[in-house]
């Protein structure tokens, strides 16, 4: 089971909201999660975003990947990758 930290979409037609979750990477992109882990807002300026660091290092040290937007995100809160290895 490979687990992947994503996105989920949520919100109406044309105002995309976002949740970074852990899944599993076969699960569809708006199935069940394994644990909500923060939250994207692209529609507010400057854009929202809310994660839980601590949750996001457990879920890294159990060996779940990011994709590249979450990565993205990652560093624009300032999460260090680096202290979770």
């Known amino acids: 089971m490979a687990l992947r930290l994503r996105l989920t979409r949520l919100g109406s037609k ?12 076969e699960t569809r992109r ?20 809310n994660l839980d660091h601590d949750k996001v290092r457990k879920w ?10 979450v990565k993205s995100l990652l560093a624009k809160t300032g999460f260090d990758a680096q202290s979770s290895s």
């Open 60 to 69: 890294m040290e159990q060996g779940a990947k990011p994709t590249q937007t």
């Open 30 to 49: 708006d199935g069940r999660a394994l644990e909500y882990l923060g939250y994207y807002n692209p529609m507010v300026e400057p854009n929202e975003i």
């Open 14 to 25: 044309k105002r995309p909201f976002y949740r970074v979750v852990a899944m599993n990477s």
